[in-house]
């Protein structure tokens, strides 16, 4: 004699809310209400500055990238460059780039065109 199983029918729910999505609504609203918390504002202060620090960054990697191709500089591990070249190749980068500093033509001298009064980058 077989026996027949009858298998037990689940009612159909409805998917909860994504327990990410719940995380998140509770912080926004835990944040509302922290709004005016002196560590909220020194962390919104903080984005501002990394976010004008990463501008920074950005624009002096520009200014870097224009002038590295003029620069000669000897890695300080190569052992092969004697005390004297590595000086010698310094002082020739350290004049390369005083003189793009006095090169109007440079990206970094120009004057802006917007009739501003500011005194190009020397």
Known sequence: MRRQFRFKQIPFKEPQIDPIDE?????????????????????????????????????MSSILSDVSSNINIIPQGKSNYTKAEQIK?????????????????????RTPNDGSNSQPNT
């Open 23 to 59: 995380i998140i609504s509770q912080l926004s609203d835990e944040m509302q209400k922290n709004q005016d918390h002196p560590l909220c504002k020194l962390l919104e202060e903080n984005v501002k500055c990394t976010q004008q620090l990463a501008e920074s960054l950005e624009e």
């Open 89 to 109: 190749a310094e002082l020739e980068a350290r004049l390369i780039f005083h003189a793009k500093c006095n090169d109007p033509n440079w990206p970094v001298n």
